[in-house]
T-cell receptor, first 108, second 114 residues
Framework: KNEVEQSPQNLTAQEGEFITINCSYS?????LHWLQQHPGGGIVSLFM?????KKHGRLIATINIQEKHSSLHITASHPRDSAVYIC??????????WGAGTKLIIKP | DVKVTQSSRYLVKRTGEKVFLECVQD?????MFWYRQDPGLGLRLIYF???????EKGDIPEGYSVSREKKERFSLILESASTNQTSMYLC?????????????FGSGTRLTVV
């Protein structure tokens, strides 16, 4: 049961490119999280959103509740953005459902 | 700065050994969680705890147990380690289960069972 699907699974791009990672979900949610996991394991929360759009530096996250879809964008990508990006949704029972992650590699 | 500390980054254990993974948070958070992360599967919840001495099974509790004797410490126990428990283990904590509260994660423990 893949209630949270991310695409693509893997993404390789050149430095400077505009990056988009997608997340679709099939359950009713109260919030959606985007997280970043660098090599070595540590996970950092990037965004938590329930509507609209949030921006932090070069990162932008959007969500369309009607379409059950969220996107994470990275502008002017840099090799240090290389990481696994994970989408997770909090369902109506306050349980987190995790996507499998998107592995992003930015080449200099 | 809020912090969740996992005692080991890398661990190698033999099949059949009893393994303890320790997690400590310094934020006075009520809730603590243990996940395992495997390629292509995302994070899967093993156990969680909403309070001291309280524990609830997650999605994949088989082969694991937990202990929460103090609010700041949540231990994951592999009673008899098996090779299919080789994985990355992540501990997390959160203030409450209320909506829109984020989770803070530890750095993870990569466990290899040989």
């Amino acid at each position: 049961k893949n209630e949270v699907e991310q695409s693509p699974q893997n993404l390789t791009a050149q430095e400077g490119e505009f990056i988009t990672i997608n997340c679709s979900y099939s359950v009713g949610i109260s919030a959606l999280h985007w997280l970043q996991q660098h090599p070595g394991g540590g996970i950092v929360s990037l965004f938590m959103l329930s509507s609209g759009k949030k921006k932090h530096g070069r990162l932008i996250a959007t969500i369309n509740i009607q379409e059950k879809h969220s996107s994470l964008h990275i502008t002017a990508s840099h090799p240090r953005d290389s990481a696994v990006y994970i989408c997770a949704v909090m369902d109506s029972n306050y349980q987190l459902i995790w996507g499998a992650g998107t592995k992003l590699i930015i080449k200099p | 700065d809020v912090k969740v500390t996992q005692s080991s980054r890398y661990l190698v254990k033999r099949t059949g050994e009893k393994v303890f993974l320790e997690c400590v948070q310094d934020m006075d958070h009520e809730n603590m969680f243990w996940y395992r992360q495997d390629p292509g599967l995302g994070l899967r919840l093993i156990y969680f705890s909403y309070d001291v001495k309280m524990k609830e099974k997650g999605d994949i509790p088989e082969g694991y147990s937990v202990s929460r004797e103090k609010k700041e410490r949540f231990s994951l126990i592999l009673e008899s380690a098996s090779t299919n428990q080789t994985s990355m283990y992540l501990c997390a904590s959160s203030l409450t289960t209320a909506l829109n509260y984020g989770y803070t994660f530890g750095s993870g423990t990569r466990l290899t069972v040989v």
